[in-house]
């Protein structure tokens, strides 16, 4: 019995996820260690199904796609970065393909649109978010139509039953980026998308130490094909940090229901704070697509978005004035951050006051009093 196959053979058929990412990923053969450890090889003895690293992989790597694949329902694919994933998928389309692309998403894979549509590969349409009824008309035209739900950082929700649901033209890809739901409050893949992206980076890894990424495809035939191109280009995630990724995902259930019982919490008092003019959070009865995100997600995630008042300057003084919440980017991690998005070159469109905080694991009451005394700090500041 092979390493994969011993480890295929264990839990299944677990009936929770909360259950599976804790169990899924392991040797279960008699004598092996009871976590996977790092595997620094890039070639083996020949003869037994591995050659080289890059074209078979490890035993480390097909632990995190075991898991990984497990919560999103498919058969996934490890990578060296989530931006890695999403280029495998775009290396999926012809010359001359249409990509539908919302108005709001993730920096990286809208300049990665916009680089290949300046080179002549591909012509991109944006589209709102929340406008369905382009989504469904981009189903019946595009070659990759890409959602983002809950979008970033607007943190606006997606009818992504609906637009998977819809007939699309023969051969086409339907993505959707899942990090910050996590395969926890939300599986596109049993909603009919194609594949599922994770940042394996963010909530998954969860500790600020590692850059990894997993594409998760429905058919095996799809997985296939983005197995090849990470072998023709080389981007395969790294042994430390497969190994990581792993150990961080195994507290994965229990991060997130602590961070966004405590998002929530924020929001609704960001809500009602004086120095606080917007509050961009999906499990707010206020938000704009509430209702799509109380019918398709688990639950509400851990990140916010909210302006400041006062504008840029304002918005920078409350980040400086923060003392235990961490003026740094990304998301998803135990500890929490915060960032002015419109400072981040190809974000400047955004609202210039619009700060995304991701919630980590701290004491809510702690991280109330940081932004209570921040926001207040920021107001002495600018007037």
Sequence with gaps: ???????????????????????????????????????????????????????????????????????????????????????????????????ALPDDCYQGAAGLASAGERRGRWSVQRIAVTDTARWLEACATADLIWLESPSNPLLTVADVDVICAAPRKPGAILAVDNTFATPLNQRPLALGADVAV???TKFIGGHSDLLAGVVTAREASVAAQLRMSRELTGATPGTLEAFL?????????????????SAMTLAERLAGHPHVSVVRYPGLPSHPTYDAARRQLRGFGSVISFDARGGAASADAVCTGLRLIQ????LGAVESTIERRASVPGQEHLPPSLLRLSVGIEAVGDLWADL????????????
């Design 198 to 200: 994770q940042s394996v």
């Design 327 to 330: 003026h740094a980017t990304s």
């Design 245 to 261: 990724a792993v150990r961080g995902a195994r507290t994965l259930a229990l991060r997130l229901e602590r961070a966004q019982h």
């Design 1 to 99: 019995m092979t390493l994969k196959n011993a480890r295929e053979d264990g839990l299944r058929h677990t009936a929770s996820i909360e259950s599976w990412v804790v169990s899924a990923g392991r040797d279960r053969r008699p004598g092996s260690p009871l976590n996977v450890p790092p595997w620094p090889a890039s070639n083996f003895v020949l003869g037994d199904g591995r050659a080289y690293s890059r074209d078979d992989g490890t035993p480390g790597w097909e632990a995190l796609e075991e898991l990984v694949g497990g919560l999103e329902g498919g058969t996934a694919v490890a990578f060296a970065s989530g931006m890695a994933g999403i280029a495998a998928i775009f290396d999926q389309l012809p010359t001359g393909a249409i990509v």
């Design 372 to 383: 209570d005394q921040a926001l207040l700090t920021m107001l002495e500041a600018t007037t």
